[in-house]
Each structure stands twice: as C-alpha cells, then as structure tokens.
C-alpha cells in the first residue's frame, strides 16, 4: 500500500506541467531584481492551468527574488489555527470582466525597433503568447501623445474640414501596426483593442496648438466625429480591428496650460458633441458596435463629470463605459467606483492608464528592480477590480533607460525597460505584477466575493473563469511571513500555507459546482 506521502508525489506527476523557463535575475542597486531578456533567452511563466480537484496551483512572485514560482498540492480538508484568514464566496457575485493589458505607444514601437529582431519576439511574446502575460485588452494613442518624438496629427492641412488630406502616418507604420500584427499572431485570447485621443490637429483647436490651453473650435464638433471614423476605417483597413474608442484623453488637463497633447473638455460640452456629433457620426458609420467611454481620466472626476453625460438620455445611449486613470487614487476613495456604478449599473468600468515614476524626482522615473512599484500596481488592480473595474490597462508596455523617449519630457517608468546600448531588456518586479493578473483571469471572468481577516496589510480579489476554474490573487505587503488559511467557497475545502514576506500569489483550482 502506498503511503501519503507517495500517493501525493505519484498524483502530483500526473498533473500538467508548467513549462516555464526562469528568470536570470540582475540587481541594479534596488530592493528587488530585474530579469533580464536578450535575443539568446527570455523567462516565460510557460501554461499555468488549474488543476483538477483535489488539487490547487499556487503562482509566486516576492521582494526576494521569485518570479511565477509555480507549485501544486493538494487542498486541505482541515482548517488551520492561521493569523490571517481569507474567504472566497462564489455565491456573490459582480462584475465580468473584460482584460488587462498596455498601450501600443510610439515610444513602445521606437524602443521595442531598437532590439535584435529575436530580441523583439521574445518581448512580444512576454506579453502576448499563451506562455507569456496573455495581454488581451490594449490601448492605441489616435496620432501622437506626449509619447512620441513629436506632436502631430493625421491631418495637419490647415482649414481640411472634409479631411482629404486625413492619413496615417510613419509612426503607425514603423512604430504601431508591425507590433499589433505581431501581437495578433502571438495571441490566442481575442485581442480587444481601443483608440484614445490626445489632441485633434492644431488648427481645430481654439488656441491653435496641440498642447497648451484650449478646446475644440464648436464649427470643429462634426469634422471631429468624423476624424475618428477615418480612424476606425484606416486602422481595419490595415488588418487591425477595432473594439473601443475613448472620447478624449484626460480632458480635464486642456483648461490648464498643459505641456503635451490636450483638448479642453467640459462635462456639458461633451455630452452636447456625444449626443449632436459624435454619437450619430459613429452610427451612420456602421461603427456603433465600438465600445465607447467617456471620462479617460482620474477617479476624481466621480461621479460628477460622467453624470453630467450619463443623466441626459440623448447622449447615454450612445456610451458604453466610463475609462479610469489611477494618477488620482491616493487621495480619490474607491468609494467613487461604486457611487458611480449605483447610478448607472448598465455602464462598465474600465481602468486605461496606469503607471509608475509620473511624480517621481527626475532621477527616480525609472528604478530598475523597486518591489514597492510592484506593490503599488497590485494594490491598485485589487483595489480597483473589487470596486467594479472590469480591467485594468497599463501605459507604454516597453521604454528606455530614462523612462522615455517623450517629446515633452514627461518620463515614467514601464514593466519593461529596453537598454539599446546591450540590446537587452529588463523585465521589472511590474511586468510579474500585472501577470499574475491577466494571465490567470480570463475574458468573462466573474469577480466574485473575498474577504480578508487578520491583517491590514493583506489584499484578495477572486475571480471565477469562464472554464469555471477560480484565480485567487492575495498580495502581502509586511516584512514578514504569515499564516493564511484560505477557504476557497468549495465546502471543506481550504489552504493552509505560510505566505512570504512581501509577496503576491494568485492561486488556481476548480470551483463548485454552479448553483441550479
């Protein structure tokens, strides 16, 4: 008769393997490492699936050095005397979730151009093949952004109201279209793309600039709407479909002297163009089947600038979403999320701009290695996706040492960062941290109840798979380790386990049965 012991060593060999290649670890002077990248090798997490019940799948990532660490064990049928208890309930249930992701920038195309071709689809998978991130929800700028090497338009003619002269330019083609090509090839998630708006070309603007103070010329409402059909129609042209547009890219920064790409918005103002313009514009197209949403800015701007949109029936039918940035989240309480979403429960959140090192000291956009950024992108998904985001999107998905390249020099910090002096890149504690997200929950995914007893500095957030698999994402931010139990919503079904130190976990097993 078989022990216990080899029992488990015998079923655990029959589970599917994770095939995976490790990261080769490098310290820059931080708290944490890179991993770094060449056209020679790259980690991959490999394909991480639940195991069948009686089983469950662990994936770790820690301060200390692991990246995706993945076990398998079975689930206990004991509760243990844990410190720190977590509870999923499947019975409660929210949102569906859409994705997660990052942005096709210029400065992304220009960065990613600059690697050994075999350099480049390593990058390109990391985050988009089945053994990588799996990102399936990204965000194209409409023309430039302040992460370009210049401003510019896809129609600079000045007085062009019927856009003849309307055409995408080098930067989609050096910069954009190769990599969403290539990512289309290597994705086997449907890819769900969206086009955001920094500024419309200067001569439509009231102060003639693509930055600066201003807004739309109101003559400038209709041709416009219709710069965003020849967008829609130029991008599927080239083999790109796409799924969502934003309306404006933080319009609130346009009232300011703003140093990049702008446009002035009020919530009035676009409401009138969404329900006069821009709205029957999109659906005379044949292009109403576009996601659209409004805000694409800070949480601050709850619940009263999409309110002014959503109260007035002409302009709500034509909006889909409200898109969320996370520059003002420190001081804007989620509470927000949910105050919105009581109001109108038909209209989805969506968070499309995150990152590090924007209010970082000049030296300090890009730190190679830091954990707490790590952290911070965590906290804030769990934060986020437990108050009805339906995902979560980053900014620039590849830059260069110095956090750019920016022509207004408003540098930041990315999950990858490119050294074009060694042809390497380095994937940062971020990458691991959005991964343990968009890898483990699906498309359709519904978000489900967790709890957390015990601790202040413990988060979860739980999610039930569309293949009803259950992906639990616990994230540690003490200094030491900790006993957790976790009942997992499957009856005498539980997790006793000892979690590291600065620590984030997503775990994996079968959920029960749906109810009747």
Known sequence: ???????????????????????????????????????????????????????????????D????????????????DANVKVMVNHDLQYQTMVGFGGAFTDATGINVNTLPEDAQDQLLKSYFSPEGLEYNLCR???????????????DDVEGDIELKHFNLTEEDYMYKLPLIHRAQELAEKDLLLFGSPWSPPAWMKENGMFNGSGGLLKEMWQPWSDYFVKFVEAYEAEGVPIWGLTT????????????????????????????????????????????????????????????????????????????????????????????IHSLFPDKFLLYTESCEGWDAAPDQRVVLGAWDRAESYASNIIEDTNHWATGWVDWNMALDTAGGPNWANNFVDS????????????????????GHFSKFVSPGAVRV?????????????AFRNPDNTTALVLL??????????????????????????????????QSPAAAA
């Open 1 to 63: 008769m078989l022990v216990p012991g080899l029992l488990l060593l015998l079923l655990l060999a029959l589970l599917p393997l994770a095939r995976g290649s490790v990261c080769e670890p490098r310290h820059f002077g931080s708290d944490s490492v890179v991993c770094v990248c060449s056209a020679l090798t790259c980690d991959f997490p490999g394909v991480i699936q639940a195991p069948d019940a009686p089983f469950f799948t662990s994936v770790t990532s820690t301060r």
């Open 65 to 80: 050095g692991l990246r995706f660490h993945v076990e398998t064990d079975l689930l206990a049928s004991e509760q243990s």
């Open 140 to 154: 194209i700028p409409i023309a430039g952004s302040d992460f370009s090497a210049r401003p510019y338009s896809y």
């Open 248 to 339: 404006q890219n933080e319009p609130l920064t346009g009232f300011d002297d703003w140093y990049w790409n702008t446009c002035a918005w009020s919530a009035e103002d676009q409401r009138d163009w969404i329900k006069t313009n821009l709205g029957p514009t999109l659906e005379d197209a044949n292009l109403r089947r576009l996601k659209l949403m409004i805000v694409d800015h800070n949480r601050d701007t709850l619940p009263w600038y999409p309110s002014t949109i959503l109260e007035d029936e002409e302009s709500r039918q034509y909006v889909d979403g409200i898109a969320l940035h996370w520059y003002a989240d420190d001081w804007a309480q989620p509470s927000l999320m949910d105050e």
């Open 415 to 434: 999950p990858i960062i490119i050294d074009r002096s060694t042809g390497e890149f380095y994937k940062q504690p971020t990458f691991y941290a959005l």
């Open 449 to 461: 109840y967790s709890s957390v007893a015990g601790s202040s500095m413990f988060q979860a957030a």
């Open 476 to 509: 540690n931010v003490e200094e030491t380790p900790e006993s957790v139990l976790v009942d997992t919503g499957r009856d005498g079904d539980y997790v006793n386990f000892d979690m590291p130190a600065k620590a984030i976990i997503t775990f994996l097993y």
